[in-house]
């Protein structure tokens, strides 16, 4: 028995020896082929029977192809980059970027001075607006559109591609939404007070629906036959629409949470205007912290839209609501301004808008 395992043993390592000689074997005429070339990686002259044009014509034609090679790769990478980074974009987040503090101190009257200075400074100036104020002052109107040429909206509403949401709660004036769908948007208004689920007036469509931060939960809504409030994503999904021209929301101080959904869920790619009405008296629904926390993550949230590419061409208070910010009267700020934004980067004919029929 010692016997067989003793032979055993030794064709072991003796087929553990001969492996490891073809290994050696293998590396040393791999080596040998490399070294035969190493003259022409290294530049130094070749002995060869050809001519030296021959030789010139022979020592250029890899380096051309590895060039080109080079230069495909590189189409490829960058392709894959922007693919990646498309893609990067659309991936939902869980939470916004907040801004630095305004002063060391973070104190309210800093943060809140900072955040109005930003919210009345227009970033863009549009040649040509749309509103429901005085056609002589542009300034009085409350809800203003952008139809600069430099932008897409009017030139959609020429060949009838526009299309608009608006949501509010209540019975609100639509001079906007009218002046829109008559020259040539498709009007898509949003009120969960309304008694039926869809109805068509004149040039508009109404739905009883309205637009929140989440989903409501399925336990619920699935004792009920329509959901009254769903996120702007959903809503988009379930009519089949990709775009939007123009999104108008007042939604009386749930506007901070929305907005925050249309960050983290990237949905305002597919918006080219935002016109939004925002309450300052109060934090908003499930917005916590202490005032100056409060602030903060105000800014923060517009700075995200700069972020998307959304520039203010419009704000807009109305002089006859009370001046509180947050409660109190601070730098004798409104409680409510209705602010436009324009997407500068928008670019609708990308996604595959197909004509109204």
């Known amino acids: 028995?010692?016997?067989?395992?003793?032979?055993?043993?030794?064709?072991?390592?003796?087929?553990?020896?001969?492996?490891?000689?073809?290994?050696?074997?293998?590396?040393?005429?791999?080596?040998?082929?490399?070294?035969?070339?190493?003259?022409?990686?290294?530049?130094?002259?070749?002995?060869?029977?050809?001519?030296?044009?021959?030789?010139?014509?022979?020592?250029?034609?890899?380096?051309?192809?590895?060039?080109?090679?080079?230069?495909?790769?590189?189409?490829?990478?960058?392709?894959?980059?922007?693919?990646?980074?498309?893609?990067?974009?659309?991936?939902?987040?869980?939470?916004?970027?907040?801004?630095?503090?305004?002063?060391?101190?973070?104190?309210?009257?800093?943060?809140?001075?900072?955040?109005?200075?930003?919210?009345?400074?227009?970033?863009?100036?549009?040649?040509?607006?749309?509103?429901?104020?005085?056609?002589?002052?542009?300034?009085?109107?409350?809800?203003?559109?952008?139809?600069?040429?430099?932008?897409?909206?009017?030139?959609?509403?020429?060949?009838?591609?526009?299309?608009?949401?608006?949501?509010?709660?209540?019975?609100?004036?639509?001079?906007?939404?009218h002046f829109l769908a008559e020259s040539g948007c498709e009007v898509h208004c949003f009120d969960p007070s309304l008694k039926e689920p869809h109805q068509q007036e004149a040039e508009m469509w109404h739905h009883r629906l309205s637009v929140d931060w989440r989903d409501p939960n399925p336990a619920f809504s699935a004792q009920r036959q329509h959901a009254t409030t769903k996120k702007l994503a959903t809503i988009l999904n379930e009519f089949g629409h990709r775009e939007l021209d123009v999104l108008k929301a007042d939604m009386e101080s749930a506007e901070w949470k929305i907005l925050e959904n249309l960050v983290l869920e990237g949905v305002l790619d597919t918006v080219g205007q935002l016109l939004l009405e925002i309450h300052l008296h109060w934090a908003g629904f499930e917005v916590g912290g202490d005032d100056p926390a409060v602030v903060r993550y105000w800014f923060s949230l517009l700075k995200e839209l700069e972020r998307a590419k959304f520039h203010l061409f419009h704000a807009y208070s109305d002089p006859m609501k009370p001046h509180l910010f947050l409660h109190k009267n601070v730098l004798n700020a409104s409680s409510v301004y209705t602010l436009s934004w324009v997407n500068t980067q928008w670019n609708p004919a990308r996604m595959l808008d197909k004509p109204k029929k």
Request: with cysteine; proline share 5%.
């Open 1 to 177: 028995m010692w016997r067989e395992r003793l032979t055993l043993g030794l064709l072991l390592r003796l087929g553990i020896l001969l492996t490891g000689l073809a290994v050696c074997l293998h590396v040393y005429l791999e080596t040998g082929w490399q070294d035969a070339r190493g003259p022409l990686s290294l530049g130094l002259p070749i002995q060869s029977n050809q001519n030296p044009g021959q030789q010139n014509r022979m020592s250029t034609e890899p380096e051309e192809q590895n060039k080109g090679i080079r230069k495909k790769m590189s189409h490829v990478s960058s392709h894959i980059l922007r693919r990646d980074s498309h893609r990067h974009r659309k991936t939902p987040r869980w939470r916004i970027d907040l801004q630095p503090w305004a002063s060391e101190n973070q104190s309210l009257e800093e943060e809140a001075r900072r955040f109005l200075n930003y919210i009345t400074t227009p970033q863009v100036s549009c040649a040509s607006t749309a509103g429901n104020g005085s056609s002589l002052d542009r300034s009085k109107s409350e809800w203003v559109v952008c139809l600069d040429p430099k932008y897409s909206l009017v030139h959609r509403m020429q060949r009838k591609h526009c299309r608009v949401y608006s949501f509010g709660l209540g019975p609100n004036e639509r001079f906007l939404e």
